[in-house]
């Protein structure tokens, strides 16, 4: 608008001057020559003319700057949008239990906690790497009776830590490299699996989080894996720190979105089962070591299809493995065995219901806190986006080793709050 106003303004001088020019020659001519007079205001108004131009660009130039600013701005936030993610998740949980003991009496107990806390940040870094870090706080003051007050209140711990080297649209093979959870089974459950409730018989028994190195190939639905850390459970009487423990799993996972069906199933196996952190926690708690490692296979399959699913898992210890008190002999632990079946249905009625039923039990594993059978009932009732209510109700059988302390069966109800964001 300026400039518009200062262009008429200086091309009205301009014409009031060659008018005053022309309507008075008279005295023009008595003051020199009139061609020379209108060459210096041609002259005149070409400079004001150049003097414009420089002031229009400098005001072009001051607009442009905030624009570039803001573009800048854009581009960097833009670029962390792509390329860097967080994630989290919140639960909260209630439960109750009563626990009748074998030789007369019972225990009641009940409490509300935060029963997990997780937070994660990704980023892909290029093409060809990712980073991803999860940290995770654990409360499960709700679980303690339950399991001999093994694990206890945490901080916020890095739960893992992972660098990933891969391209799909290159080439189907994978490296990672840090701390994770080796893939040994696929803890497959519709039940809230945390501690501050009750966690699946088959996490217990094989979750193994170490810092390892994996590589493995992903085809058509086909995954294969291998990897290898040094655990944190020493054979008896070994004097060496080394890394010789290692794992293998194949799965095979297909999706078909016409029939709304998906269907799982894998195998697994590892060198030293009895670095599991439930087993190596045990150990711990109870001052035992172990002759030799205990190596374990794992097998696992999930089928769904129109809202109905069924899961099956099971683990064992393959060898027979012998525990120590202080250096001296303590017992055998025989072929320990795990096994966890699960089916149910997903309702749609105001948003999803799922409602899912589940038969588990173990072999030889009272001396880890694991009942003979269990049966359960649970509804994961989603209330919100993202948002997700659990009731359910568990039934526990434990085998009699002949000690009063033991359990002999044991009622829990419990209820869970999980957002995810």
Request: net charge negative; hydrophobic share 40%.
């Amino acid at each position: 608008m300026y400039l518009k106003t200062w262009k008429a303004l200086l091309l009205g001088l301009c014409v009031a001057a060659i008018g005053m020019v022309f309507c008075a020659p008279n005295s023009l001519a008595g003051e020199g020559n009139l061609d020379q007079q209108v060459q210096e205001l041609i002259e005149q108004n070409q400079a004001l003319t150049d003097r414009l131009m420089q002031v229009e660009h400098q005001l072009s130039g001051m607009k442009a700057a905030p624009e570039t600013e803001h573009a800048g701005a854009k581009s960097v936030l833009g670029h962390i949008e792509d390329t860097i993610h967080i994630h989290g998740l919140l639960e909260f949980g209630a439960a109750y239990h009563s626990t009748d003991m074998n030789h007369g009496g019972y225990r009641q107990d009940s409490d509300l906690s935060m029963t997990s806390v997780e937070i994660g940040i990704g980023a892909q870094v290029n093409d060809w790497v990712s980073a991803e870090t999860i940290l995770m706080y654990e409360d499960p003051s709700g679980a303690i009776d339950l399991y001999d007050g093994i694990r206890e209140e945490t901080n916020f711990d890095v739960e893992e830590a992972i660098i990933t080297i891969a391209n799909k649209e290159v080439t189907p093979a994978f490296l990672k490299a840090g701390k994770m959870y080796v893939p040994f089974g696929a803890y497959l459950t519709h039940f809230p699996d945390d501690m501050g409730i009750d966690s699946p018989l088959t996490l217990l028994m094989g979750e193994t989080n170490e810092k390892a190195l994996l590589i493995g190939a992903e085809y058509a639905g086909m995954t294969f894996s291998g990897y290898v850390f040094n655990g944190d459970v020493e054979e008896m009487g070994g004097g060496d720190n080394v890394i010789e423990s290692y794992g293998f799993d194949a799965n095979y996972a297909y999706e078909c979105e016409d029939n709304d069906m998906d269907l799982l199933v894998g195998a697994s196996y590892i060198s030293n089962l009895t670095d599991s952190d439930w087993i190596e926690e045990s150990l711990h708690h109870h001052n035992l070591e172990i002759e030799d490692y205990g190596d374990g296979a794992a097998a696992y399959f999930h089928i769904g299809c129109q809202g109905i699913f069924f899961d099956a898992e099971y683990m064992t210890l393959l060898d027979s493995v012998e525990v120590y008190a202080g250096g001296l002999h303590e017992g055998k632990v025989n072929n320990a065995e795990v096994w966890n079946f699960e089916m149910g249905y997903n309702y749609n009625w105001w948003r999803n219901l799922e409602i899912a039923l589940q038969y588990a039990g173990s072999n030889d594993c009272y001396h880890l806190g694991f009942p003979r059978d269990r049966y359960g009932i649970n509804f994961n009732q989603e209330v919100f986006d993202n948002t997700i209510l659990s009731v359910g109700y568990l039934y526990d059988e434990y085998d009699d080793d002949g000690t009063d302390e033991e359990r002999n069966q044991r009622d829990l109800v419990f209820g869970q709050l999980a957002v995810r964001f």
